[in-house]
């Protein structure tokens, strides 16, 4: 009888914790087109066809539901972009890599849009602990930015008076340029402009050695230029 409840208990909680990723993919999919504050416990029930508090057994209030909604797009930043990229090597390799994998993703989420800066826009100016989270994701992606960059000075791929703060800060303009002329103006050639963008300011801090380390990731590049001529 104790194996059998066991079993019983193991297979339940397991459905529970199949439903809750359920809701989290729908509720990820709201927030993208919606924003996080678009996101209501109401709608996503009727998504699912399921009863509020049916949603609420998984979640304990709104907000926690929009932390666990902002954990899972930062968790598949970081498959997409970082981990591959820390694959490369140290240094321009690895800062190339971390751009054009960056860029491929805004490209992807050109339909439907990027939590990261719909949320910075959202809570701006709104204390609390989703600000919190979320600052806490943008902080940490730019930390590990202004870290690629400190590599490759220190490997000489770039010049040693390169500030790495004002190279992430005018990454993220670029990001941020593309993500605006591609999804609100709908200008084509975004894509190939942030590219540009970005080989210039490389040009003007890379040391006269360093194109032979260079390693862009052409086949990214390739497949985000090619999401380009649909943008």
């Known amino acids: 009888m104790a194996l059998n409840h066991t079993n019983t208990t193991q297979k339940f909680m397991r459905k529970g914790e199949l439903t809750r990723a359920a809701i989290l993919d729908v509720a990820l999919d709201l927030a993208s087109r919606d924003g996080l504050e678009g996101l209501t416990i109401g709608l996503l029930a009727d998504k699912m066809n399921m009863s509020k508090s049916g949603v609420f057994a998984h979640f304990g209030s709104r907000e926690d539901l929009q932390i666990e909604v902002l954990k899972l797009y930062h968790h598949h930043f970081e498959q997409e972009v970082f981990y591959p990229s820390m694959k490369e090597r140290r240094g321009l390799p690895r800062l190339e890599s971390m751009f054009t994998r960056w860029v491929k993703r805004v490209t992807v989420e050109i339909a439907s849009g990027c939590i990261y800066i719909s949320g910075a826009v959202e809570y701006d100016d709104r204390p609390g602990a989703i600000r ?72 003007a801090y890379k040391t006269p050695h360093s194109g032979a380390v260079s390693c862009a990731i052409p086949n990214q590049q390739s497949a985000a230029k090619k999401a380009a001529q649909s943008v």
């Open 132 to 203: 919190e989270e979320l600052v806490g994701m943008v902080r940490a992606w730019q930390d590990a930015l202004h870290r690629c960059v400190q590599q490759a000075i220190e490997m000489g791929h770039l010049r040693s008076d390169a500030d790495p703060q004002q190279l992430v800060y005018e990454m993220y303009g670029l990001i941020l340029a593309l993500h605006h002329d591609a999804r609100f103006i709908k200008r084509p050639g975004s894509v190939d402009r942030a590219h540009s963008g970005f080989e210039r300011l490389l040009e």
